[in-house]
């Protein structure tokens, strides 16, 4: 079957226009121009005079791509950026950007016709009008940057826009509009926003991270809905309106410090949503060898909360090392993020011969008991009863200096009584007492 072959008239040329850009393209119009210039497609080069039939597109001059030419390949920028006025990919139109191929479109209209598709892949477009894709339109996004300057954003019925991995940013001077189709549910990747105020009608989804900078505004309007899935990075009191806003957990601090032999952890949440808690796990670090993460608490979160939200958790009874801790947040429904780990030094002591006081003391049936060494030796500790009898031998072996070593002496067959225990080290040796209580 042939492909049929329009003719292009004067009459038409008011109305038909544009098209283009990427790697590959192919394309035509509906929109009033005064200047335009057709591709004849001899060759793929966009750059190429011999390829149109009034120069080169600029941003006074349209682009007139024909489905049934040669595809025109967009390069990447060097001594210019490919641009063009108004661009709509019709329908069997194909616009492909090449690796970083860069196009702006400078007119007010940037438009998918049923049956259109622009590839992005890794390539960059700013639109600097208004974006319409209509139904069946196809906008592949891929690992590209789509940055919308214009005032609307209308997604049609029936539209697909794949967000792939790409970063969508509103940069608009004035106020903005995304609309959306009711019946639909429209996903981003990662979002920018920097306009001073955009208006969201529709549903939508962001699934990677949202930024909104400071002095922005989010309006979302009534029986409409926001959900950011991934991280959230701005004011949340900057999202408002009359619909639905579903918030990550957003945390503002996460620290560890080290109290002698305990980690003491400490982070704050801006907002929750759907926060069931936080798993507390650690791992030891130990060179090039980690141990595998354990789960060593649990910390109940808010639930769902706009308000400021202060934690804290203590992991005690730990040996003297380095440790990385991380929190685990996990929604009711089951889902969890990781945040980052932060490492903390555990035990480190002055490098002497030293012997703590038992706690608790008098104790009942367990006590803990710390000492240091001024060097890497033997050590040994001993416990005795009040007529001079060893009861139990609680550490024999290499203690390393600079770390404080605990031990725990548990008593619940011994009677009440007085107890001592012995540190030995070297040529000195050191005696405390303690009392077991019943």
């Known amino acids: 079957m042939s492909t049929p072959h329009h003719t292009i008239t004067p009459s038409h040329l008011a109305e038909r226009v544009i098209v283009v850009v990427g790697a590959f393209l192919v394309f035509c119009p509906t929109l009033a121009v005064s200047q335009f210039t057709q591709w004849k497609g001899v060759t793929q080069e966009w750059t190429s005079e011999a390829n149109w039939n009034d120069g080169v597109p600029t941003a006074g001059k349209s682009a007139l791509i024909s489905i049934n030419n040669q595809p025109a390949k967009v390069p990447v920028p060097s001594s210019d ?48 009008g208004n974006l319409t894709f209509f139904n069946e339109g196809y906008f592949q996004a891929g690992e590209g940057t789509l940055e919308f300057r214009g005032v609307t954003w209308q997604n049609k019925a029936g539209s697909q826009f794949d967000p792939g991995t790409s970063t969508v940013i509103f940069n608009g001077s004035g106020s903005q509009s995304l609309i959306i189709d009711a019946a639909s549910t ?36 009534a029986g409409s809905s926001l959900t950011i899935q991934g991280t959230f990075t701005g004011d949340p009191s900057s999202i408002g309106g009359g619909g639905s806003v579903t918030l990550p957990v957003q945390l503002t601090s996460f620290t560890v410090t080290a109290q002698r032999l305990e980690a003491v952890l400490q ?84 490098k002497e011969l030293a012997l703590g006081s038992n706690y608790p003391n008098p104790f009942n049936p367990e006590t803990s008991i710390e000492f240091t060494v001024p060097r890497e030796g033997r050590a040994t500790l001993r416990v005795f009863n009040m007529i001079g009898q060893e009861v139990v031998t609680l550490f024999d072996g290499v203690a390393e200096a600079g770390r404080i070593h605990r031990v725990t002496f548990s008593g619940p067959s011994l009677p009440s009584g007085l107890y001592f225990y012995r540190l030995e080290f070297g040529s000195t040796t050191v005696v405390k007492r303690m009392m077991l209580l019943k």
């Open 186 to 221: 429209f996903s981003l990747n990662s979002v920018v926003i920097l306009s001073p105020f955009l208006s969201i009608t529709g549903h939508l989804v962001i699934a990677g991270n949202c930024e909104v900078a400071e002095g922005s505004q989010v309006f979302v309007e």
């Open 267 to 350: 982070w704050s949440t801006a907002t929750e949503v759907n926060n069931y808690g936080f798993e507390i796990e650690r791992r030891r670090v130990s060179g090039s060898m980690n141990e595998p993460w354990t789960m060593v608490g649990f910390v109940r979160g808010a639930g769902t909360s706009t308000t400021p939200r202060e934690y804290a958790f203590r992991d005690s009874r730990i040996e003297a090392g380095r440790y990385a801790y991380r929190l685990k947040q996990v929604d009711f429904g089951g889902s969890y993020s990781y945040t980052f780990a932060a490492d903390i030094e555990i035990g480190t002591a002055a």
């Open 81 to 128: 950026t490919a641009r063009t006025l108004n661009l709509e990919v019709q329908q069997g139109g194909l616009l492909r950007f090449d690796d970083f191929g860069v196009l702006i479109v400078h007119g007010s209209q940037f438009r998918i016709a049923p049956h259109g598709t622009v590839d992005l892949g890794r390539g960059t477009v700013i639109s600097k």
